[in-house]
């Protein structure tokens, strides 16, 4: 463990700084997300033709593909992110602490690209607005797809809320420090703040991060995001009680490694070995761990169903998922990781950071690629298979491809960009790490004298 | 379900009391469609169709999702209604009697100016396992449904039920292509349009100047026919335009692939109304076969005229004079009037048929052949002699019925597709229900051996898989597939 005492320097490091490799960083991510919009422009001109989807059944495609595959990718990394943060402070896993800010922010970007996704996958994004909205009070009693859009704006409402909140605290107490071409953005932040409201805002954020708990299981990954799939009778791939429970086994290991990379990325950049420590990584590791066996699990529960004496249409879809290279290469490379976890988990010299790294990565890779075959497979798959063009063709276009790139873009230059505006770190975390590191220092101290 | 009396009720309990209700006078017809009497000759001629004929139908008109409510009025000031018309278009199709011939594809191609591989009528043929697969075929149109998941998952309201007859259409101006509908239909008879349609809503509207709604706009303003613009979602729509009356009077109660079905296998028409085609054939299909088979072997009547003048007006000297009337023929004329109530009366398509015959009944008659005579009758085996001290009965429906079944046969079973999942579809399929594992073969005639002409004047060759079409628009088509 560093002896190096976390101080509010070290959290305003990212936004006092301005380094080459940031700009270089930046310029890539600009361009990702540039190539992708220039791709989308052409679609928009040309429509959908462009990418490799087609109709399913007499039409030999897939009505839904990578669009969708990595909307819900990107929607599971944005539960899982505010989960965790909400476990940090509801059950005050105060070791988490100096990520919970960035699971808050993971989530803020996720969402953004999921939304960006909803948009893109549309045939006709411009009338979202009229068309959704005019008719919400009627849509909203049936289709799960407007639960969905309701179930997002609503949780990006309430992550901005609450980052908002714990943000009041920190801009309040570092203004001085911070740069001031950006006053106008702090002041509209601060606005009214009083040191009064501190003890209320905590408790607020207690209170929605308990509300985010408790809602995970129905209303995030663990509920109207699969029944946009699970509830539809006529695709065998697709039904079963066990979606539920399976994504948000996937949000949350999706969410996990998505905050090791970036905690990683931020460690490496600003020297922050003493804020995210190698405790932290471990800590998060077995817990990736923990997910991934539960996400293995739900895997099974679902193929075993199907595979043994199941009914026609279940059988079908259950054969060709487990005999499809994609699934197996995603369920290989999210079982490593697990093997790696617990061989770490027993034997700590086997824990390495870019490990850490590279577990994250293949998780967010499994779980990706298991989503993108999810979506396809019902509609390779349906009871309804008579037709000699089912199942269909699909292969995601260099337009959809670049859409995934794109939108990774998307969420680096949105942390690019917040990082220059706010503390990733919350200020509570490094009041927190400097109590623990006085308490360590003490007994400490404490061991020395009774070596001595 | 078993074909038993109990329960065969044309109409379900609830719904028939509606009906009830809804004819004035109609007690009697109440108590028919409750299935509990025993002296109703239709009855009578249930038993004799045989197995198949009765079983799953039991539900025809009832709308178990009745009290759904519908939102098709979403548009006008956003509220729900609950209200039902009185309408239901839908369909039988009787598939032993397709011909595979993709007529109709083609037709529905034509009245809707559909790009390739668009096949909202779409048929196939089929192999499961038997031994004899030339009879397997399927033709697939949308069902219609009366419970349509399409329509519950719509996070638009574009996908919706028309009120005043059910049929089930996408609003093109609500539309915003989020393909959720073709994901929740059982069946696949989706298509969205992927790119630009080839044909212009310019050259469809110039096409169709005198029509009002140029077939695309329908009675309630909403763009719900012909092929869709780029983004949104299509498939097939029963022919709204032709229902509103925009076609003419003539075209109401028709749709275009029925037209032009050379074997008439499709029988369009208002699944609610007992004398409709769809609903007479689901009555008796056998009688629904006959009518149609024997239609193209009437002697014309100027024909029979000719014929019969100097001859004998007893049966045999009739039969004998006439070339193109032969006892069966007769029969079979005969005991189709036996087993229909208002022969040649309603405005069914069928009833032509029926007409046809009553035009060489009155030659017959008005040569002096008493067809109701009790000698005629026994002769043609329509009826039975009585006994010497009994009187004469009348005509025998159970004799007729089988005299039909033995001239047009009877169908091994009738079915809705996927019926278990509650989708409550209006077409009623006559045949052989494809089973889990049936695979599509060829077809006798395939579809590039059918070309379709549009509204620009030009004309494509049918597509039957239309990935192939769309494959050229995507950009970098890798060649594989997941
Ligand atoms: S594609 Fe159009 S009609 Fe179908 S569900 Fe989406 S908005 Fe509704």
């Known amino acids: 463990m560093s002896t190096k005492t976390p101080s509010e320097e070290d959290i305003l490091r990212p936004i006092n700084t301005f380094t080459k490799k940031y700009v270089a960083l930046y310029a890539v991510s600009a ?30 495609g897939s009505t839904w593909g990578l669009y969708i595959g990595a909307f819900i990718w990107w929607v599971g990394i944005a539960h899982g992110g505010i989960i965790l943060s909400a476990a940090v402070r509801l059950l005050g896993m105060d070791r988490y602490l100096p990520v919970a800010r960035l699971a808050e922010m993971l989530t803020l970007a996720g969402l953004s690209a999921a939304g960006f996704y909803i948009l893109v996958h549309m045939g006709r994004p411009d009338r979202m607005v009229t068309s959704v909205l005019g008719h919400f009070h009627i849509t909203v009693n049936n289709s799960p797809l407007v639960w969905d859009v309701t179930v997002i704006t609503a949780y990006f409402v309430m992550t901005a809320t609450y980052l908002g909140l714990t943000l009041r605290y920190d801009v309040h107490r570092l203004r001085d420090q911070l740069p001031d071409y950006l006053e106008p953005v702090y002041k509209i932040m601060t606005i009214g703040y009083t040191e009064k409201e501190d003890e209320v805002i905590e408790q607020m954020v207690w209170w929605l991060a308990l509300a985010v708990i408790i809602m995970a299981p129905l209303l995030l990954h663990g509920g109207v995001i699969p029944w946009l799939f699970s509830v539809l009778p006529a695709m065998p791939a697709w039904t079963g009680a066990v979606q539920g429970p399976q994504f948000l086994t996937i949000a949350l290991t999706s969410a996990i490694s998505g905050v090791i990379l970036i905690a990683y990325a931020f460690r490496r950049a600003y020297d922050w070995e003493h804020i995210f420590t190698d405790d932290i990584f471990r800590g998060l590791l077995l817990w990736l761990g923990f997910f991934c066996l539960l996400f293995l699990w739900l895997q099974v ?18 054969d060709a998922k487990i005999g499809h290279p994609v699934y197996l290469f995603s369920m290989g490379l999210v079982s490593a990781t697990l093997a790696y976890i617990f061989a770490q988990a027993i034997r700590p010299s086997l824990f390495s950071k870019p490990r850490a790294i590279v577990a994250g990565l293949a998780v967010l890779t499994g779980t990706f690629l298991e989503k993108l075959l999810f979506v396809v497979e019902g509609f390779l798959h349906p009871t309804f298979d008579i037709y000699a063009a089912t199942p269909g063709e699909y292969f995601p276009s260099i337009i959809e491809w670049l859409s995934l790139v794109g939108t990774i873009g998307m969420v680096v230059l949105f942390f690019l ?27 400490a101290a404490t061991e020395q004298e009774v070596k001595a | ?70 939102v098709s009025a979403a548009e006008a000031g956003g509220s729900e209604t609950t209200e039902q018309g009185d309408t239901q278009w839908g369909m039988t199709i009787d598939l032993e009697r397709c011909d595979g011939c993709l007529s109709c594809v083609k037709a529905c191609a034509q009245e809707n100016n559909l790009d390739q591989g668009v096949n909202w009528m779409y048929v196939l043929q089929y192999e499961d396992g038997g031994p004899d697969s030339s009879r397997n075929r399927l033709v697939r149109p949308c069902q219609h449904c009366t419970d349509a998941p399409c329509e519950k998952v719509c996070p638009t309201t574009a996908r919706h039920t028309r009120d005043k007859d059910g049929l089930v259409l996408t609003d093109y101006d609500v539309c915003i292509g989020c393909r959720y509908c073709q994901v929740a239909c059982p069946y696949g008879v989706n298509y969205f349009q992927w790119d630009e349609p080839d044909i212009s809503t310019e050259q469809i509207e110039e096409a169709h100047s005198d029509t009002e709604g140029h077939m695309m706009t329908d009675e309630r303003g909403r763009w719900v026919d012909s092929r869709a613009p780029r983004g949104v979602m299509s498939k097939c729509t029963m022919c709204p335009s032709r229902q509103d009356g925009f076609s003419g009077e003539e075209k109401v109660g028709t749709s275009a692939c029925e037209e032009m079905c050379p074997p008439d296998a499709i029988q369009f028409g208002d699944m609610k109304r007992e004398t409709s085609d769809p609903q007479r054939y689901i009555d008796n299909p056998a009688r629904g076969r006959a009518l149609v088979e024997m239609n193209s072997s009437l002697p014309s009547t100027s024909g029979l005229e000719e014929n019969l003048s100097g001859a004998g007006s007893d049966l045999e000297s009739v039969l004998e004079a006439s070339e193109d009337l032969d006892e069966e023929l007769l029969t079979v004329m005969k005991a189709a009037e036996i087993v229909t109530e208002n022969f040649g009366e309603d405005d069914a398509d069928s009833v032509q048929y029926e007409e046809a015959i009553l035009e060489v009944f009155d030659v017959l008659a008005s040569h002096g052949l008493d067809l109701g005579s009790q000698e005629v009758l026994v002769e043609l085996e329509l009826a039975s002699e009585p006994d010497e001290d009994e009187e004469f009965e009348g005509a025998d429906e159970e004799a007729a019925q089988e005299a039909l079944v033995d001239y047009s046969g009877s169908p091994s079973s009738n079915f809705k597709l996927l019926e278990d999942i509650g989708t409550n579809p209006n077409v009623v399929y006559f045949g052989n229900e494809p089973g889990p594992t049936a695979h599509q073969t060829e077809t006798p005639v395939a579809y590039s051996d059918m070309e379709a002409d549009r509204a620009d004047g030009g004309s494509i060759q049918l597509v039957d898989n239309r990935k192939d079409v769309l494959d050229e628009g995507t950009v970098g088509d890798f060649g594989v597939s997941l």
């Open chain 1, 31 to 60: 361009l990702a997300l540039g190539a992708f919009l220039v791709a989308w422009a052409y679609q928009l001109q040309q429509g959908l033709i462009v990418t490799g989807l087609g109709d399913w059944g007499s039409g030999g």
């Open chain 1, 301 to 318: 529960q679902q193929v075993v169903n199907g595979s043994f004496l199941g009914p026609t249409n279940k059988s079908v879809a259950t």
């Open chain 1, 417 to 443: 960009s917040l990082s220059k505006m706010v503390p990733v770190v919350e200020l509570h975390a490094i009041e927190h790490l400097n109590e623990d590191h006085a308490h360590e220092d003490t007994t």
């Open chain 2, 1 to 70: 379900m078993s074909a038993d009396d109990e329960s065969f009720h044309p109409l379900g309990h609830e719904a028939a009391y509606e009906e009830a209700k809804k004819n004035a006078g109609g007690f009697a017809e109440m108590l028919k469609s409750l299935g509990g009497d025993g002296e109703d000759s239709r009855r009578g001629v249930m038993k004799k169709m045989g197995a198949g004929a009765a079983v799953g139908i039991g539900a025809w008109g009832t709308t178990q999702g009745g009290d759904e409510p519908s």
